[in-house]
Nanobody
Framework: VQLQASGGGLVQAGGSLRISCAAS????????IGWFRQAPGKEREFVAG????????SYTDSVKGRFTISRDNVKSTKWLQMDSLKPEDTAVYYC????????????????????WGPGTLVTVSS
């Protein structure tokens, strides 16, 4: 199982970025997906998740209404669309997947995920 995140970069506050996570080595449809981020000097935190069924979505409060998680099982790719970015969104963003848990469940804890991508840096300037 391999995950590779891309699409990070530098953007001004109020701008948008879409980061993606390409998967290989497994059937994407069997996995639920999570995006986490780690800001400088802080612990890694849950940002958004989508269930294996794709019917359940969850976002941390600070990104609700600004970020959108999505997936394409045919392309084995997941995306995190980030709009109205703020300087406090600056972090390294990680995608993670797991086949564990309920079909319609969204996992918010790091320990619930089995595979992680290497991360992509998003920097939002004020």
């Amino acid at each position: 199982v391999q995950l590779q995140a891309s699409g990070g970069g530098l953007v001004q506050a109020g701008g948008s970025l879409r980061i993606s996570c390409a998967a290989s080595g497994f059937t994407s449809a069997y996995y639920s997906i999570g995006w986490f981020r780690q800001a400088p000097g802080k612990e890694r935190e849950f940002v958004a998740g989508i269930s294996r069924s794709s019917r359940a979505l969850s976002y941390t409060d600070s990104v609700k209404g600004r970020f959108t998680i999505s997936r394409d099982n045919v392309k084995s790719t997941k995306w995190l669309q980030m709009d109205s970015l703020k300087p406090e969104d600056t972090a390294v963003y990680y995608c993670a997947v797991t086949a564990r848990g309920p079909y319609n469940g969204v996992h918010k804890r790091e320990v619930d995920y089995d595979y992680w991508g290497p991360g992509t840096l998003v920097t939002v300037s004020s």
